[in-house]
């Protein structure tokens, strides 16, 4: 009795030991084989099925090296979670069982989800900065002002509007657009007018508009400013050559819609009038490098 008894035990024993030999008592590693949807925003948020094989209780999942929110374990073979934020770009997803020896074995799959651009692009810088006042200047009927807005990625689709009040100190009042081009690419963008600015004059730029490739758009508007300043007025004038290239009458509309003496062109008789005494001047003898009157009635 003794003797079977001992029989038993023995068997016993090797069988375990087989058991063991076998890893009949390990835990397994997992083994991961799809995630659905395999993509999702930049931002996470994205409810994924992971399947495989051999999953278990208090597994952890990861999406390249942050872990996944609200991680459950249907089964051995599929996992329920939620990414969490991550670049753009694909990463490795890993699913690990606990208390795993082997952890090289650990259930990965190689760029195995891919975030995508979710974030709607937005204007880093503008030119000229807002609120610029710009009071250097050769021709107050001639002021470069470069007009530019920079994106923080690339984008498409850009539109710029310019708008033009005249400065409170102004002799004359008006309002209105301001015709000119769009041009660019990638980052940058600028606005061309069909015709220079002008002194005497505040300037309001609207950006509306920037996709980037992923086809976010921007939100909303940017919108900057910037003024050109009032010049003094003046009683004596020097005529430029740039006032002269027209010749004739051209040329007196020109003197006479200067911010610096009428802005207003159609006053051009009053500077014929104005100088018929001392400068004997008419309408097809002005010439650069003349001074004379603008008389204010």
Not at 15 to 33: E, Q, S
Not at 203 to 231: C, E, H, L, R
Not at 252 to 268: F, H, M, V
Request: glycine share 10%; charged share 20%.
């Amino acid at each position: 009795m003794k003797r079977a008894k001992s029989i038993v035990t023995i068997m016993s024993i090797a069988l375990l030991l087989v058991w063991i030999t076998g890893c009949g008592g390990c835990k397994k590693p997992a083994v991961l084989t799809s995630v659905s949807p395999s993509s999702g925003p930049e931002t996470g948020g994205t409810s994924v099925t992971l399947t495989g094989e051999d999953f278990a209780e208090g597994a952890t999942v990861t999406f390249g090296t942050s872990a996944a929110r609200n991680v459950s374990i249907v089964s051995k073979t599929e996992i329920s979670a939620v990414t969490p934020g991550g670049p753009v770009g694909s990463v490795n997803v890993t699913v690990a069982n606990p208390d795993v020896e082997d952890k090289e074995s650990t259930g990965i799959l190689v760029n195995g989800f891919t975030y995508t651009d979710a974030t709607p692009p937005t204007i880093s810088s503008v030119n000229p900065a807002d609120g610029t006042v710009i009071s250097d200047y050769e021709d107050s009927l001639e002021v470069n002002v470069p007009i530019s807005v920079t994106y923080d990625e690339s984008v498409s689709g850009v539109s710029i509007t310019v708008d033009m009040a005249t400065n409170q100190d102004a002799l004359r009042q008006e309002s209105g657009a301001v015709s000119g081009s769009v041009s660019g690419s990638g980052t940058t963008y600028t606005f061309t007018p069909d015709a220079p600015f002008k002194a005497a004059r505040k300037y309001t730029v609207t950006v509306t508009g920037g996709t980037d490739a992923a086809g976010n758009a921007m939100q909303g508007t940017k919108q900057f400013s910037f003024t050109i300043k009032t010049p003094e007025r003046v009683h004596f004038y020097v005529v430029k050559k740039s006032d002269v290239a027209n010749g004739g009458v051209a040329a007196l509309k020109r003197i006479a819609s200067r911010p610096e003496t009428y802005d207003n062109a159609e006053r051009w008789g009053w500077i014929l009038e104005g100088n018929q005494d001392d400068a004997i001047i008419d309408r097809f003898s002005v010439y650069a490098g003349q001074k004379i009157l603008i008389p204010w009635w």
